[in-house]
């Protein structure tokens, strides 16, 4: 079902979401709700969650009182509109791990969902794996992306890093921890980029000498459009990665692997699935048959794998192979020492892009079986954009440690819209059956891409589109201008699609006033270099970047600077006006809702929330010329302010305030804010007594809601939470929920 509904100018779309970010709604948008109503605007959600995209797609298998909205299909047109206006929560980009827990709850909580097929076979299995496959992975953010994006440290977040530094691990110059990767046989090296002369169809096909198939038709395309294909030789990546082991083993370093699996859907897991298999290589050459035909795939790792050794014939023998090579081969990093979680147990588990500057802020260290930090080397298959972690790495072995009480910052102009790039691949990735050669032909049956391939490689095809990269240059000219800043397309002249790509930079740069900016063009590794450069005197650089690196950058840059990407602004300005909010660059951080289901204590901090308000109802002032809405992000803004002064956000453990102890604050600071401002007397007179009734109340609901903390808690389901359990224990304070009722 899609529900085509057209918010009008004052509704605010809120999205419900997964894991941490949703249980924090749970506590703020009852304040947010209120609060937006005194200014006549509806705050409405919308269920994106991975749960409620998996009920969208079995609608016609549930019954009616089963059966959910598609929410995502319709924020998705509502994000071409010039109206829309949604603030975007992280979500679950699910692994197949994921994925198969998610349908477990539900079918537990009474939806009668069909298992998903590891193999599918019937046309029955190959439909549902198909709807499944349409949930999986970034399912999300690409659909709602109809604009470039903006992400940076807003003033008042550095300015209380560079006052309260975060805790750095000193790096030494003997530090043994780098990067591999292939450099060879892999997606950087194989790249091929065509531009398109005009609007048209694209067809992949493979030729094998068994004859052609055509893997994928009717690509629309349009003029100026940059198609690229390239592909990653399973050879070569097998060699490379047992060269790798032995190279961990050799320098005594921990070994571990660093993908985006969650949003390379497509490709990534089955990266995941080889090193799993070249890590284990008896296990799987003595037992694949057996646990394949069981319906595992190596692809969702070893915890899969481990997990349903109790239902396969061999499975103690299977157990006690895997733990002989965890005994005696290198050393594995841990995502979880204590509960014996390695780095090849779930290919969601370790996401590059927040991973590897968590390592980087640690000092160059991971977590090895001795539940002790140790140096690592970091396999990163493809060399696309290895280099630019290798390059910090370089940087602080040499420099040490970056130092954030001096250090610059490097905000990011990222290009995403249309699906851009590698983001955009999922439909047009193949594990390619039989060796041959795969074409791109366009609709006059001229050949455009030709690679000549082998059985198991990954073959990929990436869209741009023009618009979106005009889009980008304008965004990285405004940006640049509006700061002063050095700005630098991080782009490498020797890869094929970024040579696409710096021809159409230097042609659209040509449609702006750029008189006076400093404008540059560099390599990836080398912008890095010069961006670190500046950092550590202080000074700032703008990076303007392709989809993957902006995902990569967004978290790197933060995470070293602020201590989390969370705290970070995060807009897209939609390509036909509206605008979509997101929240930081953080994930749904499941850890903590481990916490919170043990110690009823969660530490999500919801700064990224506030900021993306913040900016949702200045834009919607704008555009609804709405006075008021312009009065609330102003004093959104300056609560906020003194939210960061005060230090109110949550601490890591219990007994300090939490996230609902961060959010009563926050209402606290901004009723103040707007009793005490002088554009709009009615919003004054209706916020001056809810201030002073949480003034006099700031013990009594500090302490109603640090007396919850300590015992398990209980929201009726991880994916699905229960909306009144996860309600009562988000809001235990009813001293504070009576204040906000009387509003
Ligand atoms: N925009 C989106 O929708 C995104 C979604 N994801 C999804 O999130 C899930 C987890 O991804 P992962 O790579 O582990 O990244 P996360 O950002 O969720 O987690 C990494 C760590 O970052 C810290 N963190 C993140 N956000 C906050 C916050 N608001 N407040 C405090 N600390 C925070 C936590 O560290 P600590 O332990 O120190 O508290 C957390 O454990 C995956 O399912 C992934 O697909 C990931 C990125 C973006
Ligand atoms: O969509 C996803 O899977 C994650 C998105 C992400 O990491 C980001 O936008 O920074
Ligand atoms: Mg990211």
Excluded at 654 to 671: P, V
Excluded at 684 to 701: D, Q
Aim: glycine share 8%; proline share 5%; charged share 20%.
């Amino acid at each position: 079902m899609v529900t085509e509904s057209q918010p009008d100018a004052a509704t605010i779309i809120y999205t419900h979401t997964d894991e941490a970010p949703l249980l924090a709604t749970y506590s703020l948008l009852p304040i947010v709700e209120a609060y937006a109503a005194k200014a006549g605007i509806s705050i409405e959600t919308r269920d994106i969650s991975l749960a409620g995209r998996i009920l969208a797609q079995f609608n016609d298998r549930l019954p009616a009182d089963q059966q959910v909205d598609d929410a995502l299909a319709e924020l998705g047109a509502m994000a071409t509109t010039p109206e829309a206006n949604i603030v975007k929560l992280p979500n679950i980009s699910a692994s197949v791990p994921q994925l198969k827990a998610a349908v477990a709850e539900l079918q537990e909580q009474g939806f009668a969902l069909p298992d998903y097929p590891e193999h599918p076979q019937t046309d029955e299995e190959k439909d549902v794996r198909a709807r499944y496959d349409r949930v999986k992975g970034s399912a999300v953010n690409p659909v709602l992306r109809e604009g470039n994006s903006d992400r940076r440290a807003p003033g008042a977040v550095k300015n209380y890093a560079k006052a309260h530094p975060h805790r750095m691990g000193a790096w030494s110059p003997e530090s043994r921890t780098n990067v591999a990767t292939m450099g060879a046989g892999d997606f950087f090296s194989n790249e091929k980029s065509v531009v398109l002369p005009s609007d048209d169809s694209l067809t992949i096909r493979l030729t094998t000498p068994e004859g052609t198939t055509v893997l994928k038709d009717g690509i629309p395309v349009l003029a100026g459009e940059v198609v690229d294909a390239t592909f990653m030789s399973v050879s070569a990546l097998h060699t490379f990665i047992r060269e790798q082991i032995q190279r961990a083993k050799d320098e005594g370093v921990l070994f571990s692997a660093h993908l985006k699996a969650t949003m390379m859907k497509v490709s990534d897991p089955i990266i995941f699935g080889h090193i799993v298999e070249a890590f284990f290589p008896d296990v799987f050459a003595q037992y694949g048959d057996q646990i394949r035909a069981a319906g595992l795939s190596s692809n969702d790792g070893l915890g899969a794998l481990l997990s349903a050794t109790d239902n396969l014939p061999d499975g103690e023998a299977i157990r006690a192979a895997v733990e002989d090579v965890l005994d005696n081969g290198p050393a594995l990093a841990m995502v979880d020492s204590d509960k014996g979680i390695t780095n090849l147990h779930v290919p969601s588990d370790v996401i590059i892009d927040a991973s590897m500057p968590a390592m980087i802020r640690g000092g160059g260290h991971m977590w090895g079986m001795d539940g002790g930090e140790h140096d690592t080397l970091a396999v990163i298959p493809d060399s696309s954009y290895a280099g630019v972690y290798q390059t910090v790495i370089d940087d602080c072995r040499t420099h040490g440690a970056l130092d954030p009480a001096t250090m610059g910052t490097v905000p990011n102009v990222g290009l995403m819209a249309k699906k851009a790039e590698e983001y955009g691949s999922h439909d047009k990735t193949f594990e390619i059956p039989a060796s041959g050669t795969v074409e791109v032909v366009d609709g006059a049956g001229e050949v455009l891409i030709s690679h000549e391939v082998e059985t198991g490689d990954i073959w990929r095809a990436c869209q741009t589109q023009d618009v979106a990269i005009r889009d980008w240059v304008k965004l990285a000219v405004t940006r640049a201008r509006a700061t002063g800043v050095p700005t630098v397309f991080w782009l490498d002249a020797h890869r094929a699609h970024d040579a696409n790509l710096i021809a159409k930079v230097e042609q659209y740069l040509g449609d702006h006033d750029t008189d006076g900016l400093d404008l540059r063009i560099m390599a990836p590794a080398e912008a890095c270099a010069f961006s670190l450069e500046r950092i550590r005197q202080g000074l700032d650089t703008i990076s303007v970047t392709g989809n993957v690196l902006r995902d990569y950058n967004t978290d790197l840059f933060p995470i070293l600077e602020v201590g989390t990407s969370a705290k970070m602004l995060s807009i897209v300005p939609l390509m036909n006006g509206g605008g979509l909010f997101e929240t930081g660059a953080g994930g749904s951080a499941p850890k903590h809702v481990q916490q919170l289901l043990e110690q009823n204590y969660l530490r999500w901090d919801s700064l990224g929330e506030f900021f993306a308000l913040a900016a949702s109802l200045e834009h919607l002032s704008g555009v609804a010329g709405n006075r008021r809405a312009q009065v609330l992000a102003e004093t959104l803004d300056r609560a906020t302010g003194s939210f960061l002064e005060h230090d109110r956000s949550p601490s890591r453990r219990l007994g300090g305030i939490d996230n609902r102890g961060s959010h009563f604050y926050l209402a606290l600071y901004w009723a103040q804010e707007l009793a005490a401002q002088s554009q709009d007397a009615a919003l004054a007179a209706a916020f001056g007594p809810l201030a002073e009734k949480l003034v006099a109340a700031e013990s009594t609901i500090v302490d109603e809601l640090a007396a919850v903390q300590g015992s398990p808690a209980d929201v009726g389901g991880y994916y699905r939470p229960d909306d009144a359990k996860a309600s009562a224990v988000m809001r235990p304070s009813a001293t504070f929920n009576e204040a906000l009722a009387s509003l």
